[in-house]
């Protein structure tokens, strides 16, 4: 297992340093440095500015000093449209607040999908299951900048329940983070309700019943343990779904989020800042699928001899 | 031996039971007893119609607009109301259809080409090539989606902005992309990344396929590689693989209008629901009907082909039922 465990840390190393490797020079080849404005710098000026950022040495050696840079102390540079803060500066002021959405975004996403799903498939063909699997495509069908502005408007606007915009009061994270888990809760149920469907045809179910076991104990210690174990591969890939997720619903709420400001400089075409935040968010969600791919193993021991 | 030939002498008489009539025939007859199904394939139906004939139907063109209407309320003059340019909202809504269904089909499409020709060659020549061509995929896989169509799109956006200088190709990408509205770029973003799902699939399909006898029989009637690609393999799973594909549909739809919606999709004019949203948004305390209609159109399109591609993998699989 450890070989596994060794061979799937060691793989993301590469995929980390394309990620790198496309978005630096994605970035920098863009025409027209970041002095190019529209108002005439003097050729001094601008001579001095690129020296200052370096932009006056050879592409590659650039990316070896940045990445250098955020290998050894985690620094990633300047950015251009604020002088004064550095890119380290934003993913301080403004990471904690996406992390804060993601997290209840994620728990919401669990906490009703998993149950909803469950419940699915233990009623199947009923009118439970056809209503869960109803509001399931449901989720799945409103992307959170249709779902966000749907919110504001009942609960906001109509209701005038909970206000909107800024981060603050638990109040305020309501609407986001439901907008945010929705459709992963829809993914979740469907998900969950297929793999329980499976687990429960499965030979082993009926050497349960045989054995005369109760139902409780046969749906949660046989069936459901066995039907989770597919739930949890997608956590990865829904942790991506969740992090890209942020710069919408940031942005629709106007929550002083990494993501809000991620939209923003792609609007100010602030590269560094671009940049960062790009490979911070990829960071994230190849380490996590890193993670969920490790726990797969300890979960599932068929996949270890692999 | 008589009651036998008995047997095989009635065989004709018996009348064909359920099992007969091959497996999509099966399948298209449950997909019409879905009635969520049916209705879905109703709904896109209409929105192709509203795709395809929209300078019919809408009741002005979408660039069209006068200041002095600007922010009209839904009424007689304006169905659907007018935006912050006074342009009819619910022309620019039916020719949004153009553009998310055809981002959703072309994403589709190329996905299965590319994913096809990516799988096909892999499986087929196997060993050193395989194991390459699959471990790039894998190095794809890793990478996160969304953000890198997002980098993609920014580096065409800002190579592409006028008056700046930037190599031949992207200026003549740029015009094909000017042509279509803004979709040609956005066509490419999503291309980068589709198809890697797509190869695996189809490689897996190959490797169990190529080793069938009527490979082996093509290669001693001295078929060419290609052929035997083509000719024998490619119609033996091509069907599965893009009913697998149109599942695929509406996260090209979201894409776009995710795209459209952060600035970086189809250029305005060009309407897009998700730009509209995102047009809408400012003024939404005052004017809300900006933005719900617009998220109601792209909500109801996304509902439509789940609506009808469940449909169809339950009746492709109906065990899931």
């Known amino acids: ?306 | 031996m008589l009651p036998l030939r008995r047997q095989t002498a009635e065989a004709p008489t018996v009348p064909r039971a359920g099992g007969h009539r091959g497996i999509w025939a099966d399948a298209a007859l449950r997909l019409a007893k879905n009635k969520l199904a049916v209705a879905g394939g109703i709904i896109l139906l209409l929105l192709v119609i509203a795709a395809i004939f929209a300078p019919f139907i809408a009741p002005k063109g979408y660039a069209e607009g006068s200041l002095e209407q600007n922010y009209a309320t839904p009424g007689k003059r304006y169905l659907l109301g007018a935006d912050f340019m006074g342009r009819d909202l619910l022309s620019r809504i039916i020719y949004g259809t153009r553009v998310s269904l055809t981002v959703g089909v072309v994403g589709a499409t190329l996905a299965t080409i590319i994913g096809v020709i990516y799988g096909s060659i892999s499986g087929f020549y196997g060993g050193r090539i395989d194991n390459w061509m699959m471990r790039f995929v894998d190095l794809m896989y890793g990478l996160p989606t969304l953000l890198l169509i997002i980098l993609i799109m920014v580096y065409f956006r800002s190579s592409s902005l006028v008056g700046v200088e930037s190599n031949p190709v992207i200026k003549a990408l740029s015009v094909i992309d000017d042509a279509i509205g803004g979709m040609f770029f956005i066509f490419i973003g999503i291309a980068t990344t589709s198809w890697l799902t797509m190869s695996r699939l189809v490689r897996g399909m190959i490797l169990s396929l190529k080793e069938q006898q009527f490979v082996e029989a093509a290669l001693v009637a001295g078929a060419s590689d290609f052929r035997i690609m083509s000719r024998h393999l490619l119609p033996n799973f091509l069907g599965p693989v893009i009913v697998a594909e149109t599942l695929n549909i509406p996260n090209y739809i979201i894409i776009e209008a995710f795209l459209s919606f952060i600035g970086l999709g189809v250029n305005p004019p060009m309407p897009s629901w998700g730009g509209m949203i995102s047009e809408g948004f400012r003024g939404m305390r005052s004017y809300p009907h900006l933005v719900l209609f617009p998220a109601m159109a792209l909500s109801i399109t996304l509902l439509a082909f789940n609506f009808l591609g469940d449909g169809l993998r339950d009746a492709l699989d109906p065990r899931m039922r």
């Not at chain 1, 932009?55 to 604020?82: N, T």
């Not at chain 1, 400001?261 to 994230?284: A, E, H, Q």
């Open chain 1, 1 to 306: 297992m450890y070989r596994f465990i060794l061979r799937r840390i060691l793989w993301s190393i590469p995929v980390l340093f394309i990620l790198s490797l496309i978005t630096f020079f994605l970035m920098h080849s863009i025409p027209g440095g970041p002095f190019d404005t529209e108002k005439q710098v003097p050729k001094e000026i601008k001579a001095n500015l690129e020296r200052k950022y370096r932009l006056d040495q050879p592409l590659w050696r650039q990316y070896m000093e940045y990445s250098w840079g955020i290998v050894r102390h985690l620094d990633f540079g300047p950015s251009y449209a604020s002088r004064s803060r550095t890119v380290n500066d934003i993913i301080k002021d403004h990471l904690p607040v996406s992390a804060q959405l993601g997290a209840l975004a994620l728990a919401i996403a669990i906490g009703t999908g998993v149950p909803l799903g469950i419940i699915a498939a233990l009623k199947q063909n009923t009118y439970i299951d056809y209503a869960s699997t109803f509001l399931a495509i449901l989720g799945r069908s409103i992307p959170s900048l249709a779902l966000g502005p749907f919110l504001i408007w009942i609960f906001a606007l109509k209701l005038h329940l909970l206000p909107v915009a800024t981060w603050e009061t638990p109040q305020h994270m309501i609407l986001p983070a439901i907008t945010l888990g929705a459709a992963e809760s829809a993914l979740l149920a469907r998900l969950t309700r297929a793999s329980m469907l499976q687990v429960l045809r499965e030979d082993y179910i009926r050497t349960a019943w045989a054995k005369g076991l109760p139902r409780p104990s046969i749906m949660l210690r046989h069936a459901l343990k066995n039907a989770l174990i597919p739930v949890i591969t997608v956590m990865g890939p829904l942790f991506a779904v969740i992090i890209t997720g942020t710069f919408i619903v940031e942005y629709i709420f106007a929550i002083p989020g990494l993501g809000r400001y991620f939209i923003t400089s792609i609007g100010n075409r602030d590269y560094p800042v671009i940049m960062g935040t790009s490979l911070l968010f990829g960071f994230f969600i190849i380490a996590a699928n890193l993670l969920v791919d490790i726990s797969y193993a300890f979960i599932d021991p068929r996949i270890r001899y692999q």
